[in-house]
């Protein structure tokens, strides 16, 4: 039997920002795949292995926020995924929960 390659891996930085809210729960992906983290204080950045930075899950990048029970008017969070450096997705929602897609590729 003849084993398989490698899958080459892309590193994504992920962030969730604020300047209102102070925590929130973060989803995001991995080579391991996904990852929960409840109760994450903001500013938030973590930079990880993906299979495929800009494939849609559940190889690609993704980064999601949580904060409902505290989301109000004027209560925005910004979640962002960088891939080598350059900003590739920007959400920024005041509605208690935004994500980040590399496979969709967009600055709000």
Do not use: H, K
Not at 44 to 66: H, K, Y
Not at 90 to 107: E, F, K, M, V
């Amino acid at each position: 039997m003849v084993a398989e390659p490698p899958t080459p891996e892309d590193l994504v930085t992920y962030e969730v920002v604020s300047p209102v809210v102070g925590m929130a729960n973060i989803e995001y992906v991995t080579t391991s795949g996904r990852i929960l983290v409840p109760n994450v204080a903001l500013p938030w950045s973590f930079t990880v292995p993906v299979r495929d930075a800009l494939a849609p899950p559940p190889d690609g990048s993704q980064v999601r926020a949580d904060w409902r029970s505290t989301a109000g008017p004027a209560r925005w969070v910004s979640v962002r995924v960088y891939v080598n450096g350059e900003l590739i997705c920007q959400n920024t929602l005041d509605i208690g929960n935004a994500a980040c897609y590399g496979s969709t590729r967009r600055i709000t």
